[in-house]
């Protein structure tokens, strides 16, 4: 196990603009009880209690990567910035730093994780340390973080330096008893109600906060740029594209594979032109792509487009016909006005319409729930429902999911939501 550079302790400029050996379950794992960790030091006072305004967070992620969990964490702290308060970020650097820094809020590189996403045990001290400097620095009202390993120091850290912690649980796959040990000083946010019932089976109660799109940066492209976008692809026109969006790693690793046989087997029974594109990155991403490889060299023609992580995501939204995604990216594929396969970790919902709204936000669109289980033959019939619509049933479909996007999961929702418990927090203490 390589060991990771160590952590950066001073500050960047300001800008303009975790994991042990799993199960075939995945569950992530936490670090070691954090009763273990240093007191803070002599030169590094608790934070007072805050008296002015606007609010100050603190926002922390493992590591600044390109998946749901960071980019809804990219949203919230934009538009918590556009409501008044002020954010500081910390996390491992890595292909989203810029875009926190674009928003012009303090940020802290932190190495958490090591380069193979485990946890950074050997240096957790030092980590904890840093983490209070930085609430010390910044004058931190409120400590709010969202993964683990990060998030059990950022509780330590914000223990430690007297201001209140919260952790919200992005889904099914945090470690129980990680949860429960963290219990003491913490409010804790659900991203859906599957979540809030996994956390009550552990003890633990939690407040639901959705997770919020921008739907002014998630909309549909014009149909000339459309065009102009696929040409620069050499993607025909009228070829008809599946666009799969979502980590390379554990479960939806496995749903990336079935879409690739699921699409190659499409084109074999005559369903051409058909084509895939594969949008993201992760641990099991050099295994995705000897796959696809293997059916570029069967098919005889190069049918799958594989770019890795992309951080233009509605560019991707406007080349393809259909999307098979999960969680984040399908709120952002509706946004988009695309028609959405729901296909997540937990199984398949297919085809979201009306009739599945309900559903598809209380087990987050399959990834914290589903009675089904993905298959070839699922994905095969819903992608052939939808290249059977008619132009009017598309065109309801999709301006529908915008608009239930726009109603239940607007991130101006989610931020005043936040803004609301974190007040409510803070406030007793001024």
């Not at 309900?358 to 993905?374: K, L, N, R, T």
């Not at 991130?411 to 927090?425: E, G, K, N, P």
Request: glycine share 8%; net charge positive.
């Amino acid at each position: 196990m390589q060991k990771s550079k160590r952590a950066l302790t001073v500050k960047k400029k300001t800008g303009r603009r975790a994991h042990s050996s799993r199960s075939r379950t995945r569950k992530r794992t936490g670090m070691a009880s954090p009763a273990a960790l240093h007191p803070v030091p002599a030169d590094i006072s608790p934070v007072p209690s805050p008296t002015l305004w606007p609010l100050r967070i603190l926002m922390v992620i493992d590591q600044f990567n390109i998946g749901g969990t960071e980019t809804y964490t990219l949203s919230l702290t934009r538009e918590l910035i556009r409501q008044g308060a002020f954010v500081a970020v910390a996390g491992k650097r890595g292909k989203l730093l810029d875009s926190f820094v674009g928003l012009g809020c303090p940020y802290y590189e932190i190495d958490f994780v090591q380069d193979n996403f485990e946890p950074d045990a050997v240096n957790r001290i030092e980590h904890l340390n840093v983490l209070k400097m930085v609430i010390h620095t910044e004058r931190i009202h409120v400590v709010h973080a969202h993964q683990i390993p990060s998030g059990e120091l950022a509780w330590k850290a914000a223990e430690h330096m007297n201001v209140p912690f919260i952790f919200t649980v992005h889904g099914c796959y945090y470690d129980g008893l990680v949860m429960e040990r963290m219990q003491a000083g913490t409010t804790f946010i659900s991203v859906s109600p599957v979540v809030q019932r996994m956390l009550r089976l552990h003890g633990v109660e939690s407040q639901t906060v959705p997770n919020g799109v921008d739907v002014a940066e998630y909309n549909a492209y014009n149909p000339m740029y459309r065009q102009y976008l696929r040409k620069r692809l050499g993607i025909p026109n009228h070829a008809f594209v599946v666009l799969y969006a979502g980590r390379l790693s554990w479960e939806k690793a496995d749903i990336c594979e079935e879409s690739i046989r699921t699409v190659a087997a499409l084109r074999r029974s005559g369903s051409s032109p058909l084509m895939l594109m594969i949008v993201g990155g992760g641990r099991d991403q050099e295994k995705v792509a000897e796959l696809a490889e293997r059916e570029r060299q069967l098919a005889g023609e190069p049918f799958i487009i594989f770019p890795g992580e992309v951080l233009n995501m509605r560019a991707c939204y406007a080349i393809s016909d259909c999307v098979i995604g999960t969680g984040r990216i399908g709120l952002e594929a509706m946004a988009c006005l695309r028609p959405l396969i729901s296909a997540g970790s937990r199984g398949f919902l297919g085809v979201i319409d009306a009739s599945k709204y309900d559903q598809a936000w209380d087990c987050w669109f399959g990834d914290h729930h589903s009675e089904q289980p993905v298959s070839r033959e699922l994905l095969m019939a819903h992608i052939q429902q939808i290249r059977q619509m008619g132009s009017e049933e598309l065109s309801e479909l999709v301006q529908s999911g915008r608009s239930f996007v726009t109603e239940r999961f607007h991130v101006s929702q989610a931020a005043s939501r936040m803004l609301d418990i974190y007040r409510q927090l803070v406030l007793p203490v001024i």
